[in-house]
């Protein structure tokens, strides 16, 4: 009886160790979408916020140097992004029709891997949008570089005027959320779509 208790008392001993070491390890946060380690870059990001990619444009980034999106009101502007666009500035955002059309579809379907990024989308359209689209340089964790490859990536390019300087950068975002980015581009734009929202030429 004697042996048969010890595998028992060492199997709950190791599970306790575990469970400590899991507690005190170097903690991974979800921030939005992303997973960043808290090492790498504490800062706390507003919601809803997408996981994006540098690709060209007006700032000295390297190539798919990751970065966070998130679209705010004039009292979130104190959250020191590395740029800060309003409504007003922008000149023209061109967009995949084609894969924002694709993207929807699959966010759509509740056994899709991309289902959950339907929580993304605008929760109502009609009312007053953002006012402001900032961007931050963030560092990833390794969960979100080792992810990187199961999702393929489209493009959205944004032109605006800074103090009457143009400036545009071209933008990639997962294809999961590229339909959810694009429905709050819309919003952020609001009766301006027509006139700036443009496609890619083909």
């Not at 190539?63 to 705010?72: E, R, S, T």
């Not at 084609?98 to 699959?106: G, H, N, P, R, Y």
């Amino acid at each position: 009886m004697r042996h048969s208790r010890f595998p028992f008392i060492f199997v709950v001993s190791m599970g306790l160790l575990a469970a400590a070491a899991i507690r005190h390890a170097p903690s991974e946060r979800v921030m939005g979408t992303a997973l960043l380690t808290a090492g790498e870059y504490d800062h706390t990001f507003p919601r809803p916020n997408w996981d994006l990619k540098y690709r060209s444009g007006s700032f000295h980034l390297k190539k798919d140097k990751w970065l966070k999106g998130a679209f705010l009101t004039n009292a979130d502007k104190g959250t020191n992004p590395m740029v800060a666009i309003s409504r007003d500035e922008v000149r023209a955002i061109y967009f995949d029709p084609k894969a924002q059309k694709d993207s929807d579809v699959v966010q759509r379907m509740p056994r899709s891997g991309c289902y959950q990024a339907s929580s993304l989308m605008p929760k109502d359209d009609a009312a007053p949008g953002p006012e402001m689209f900032a961007v931050w340089v963030v560092s990833p964790g390794p969960m979100a570089r080792a992810a990187e490859h199961l999702n393929s990536r489209y493009p959205v390019r944004l032109v605006w005027s800074d103090s009457g300087i143009e400036k545009e950068f071209v933008i990639t975002v997962n294809y999961c959320e590229y339909a959810s980015f694009l429905a709050n581009l819309r919003w952020f734009a609001g009766q301006r779509w027509q006139e700036i929202g443009r496609e890619f030429p083909r």
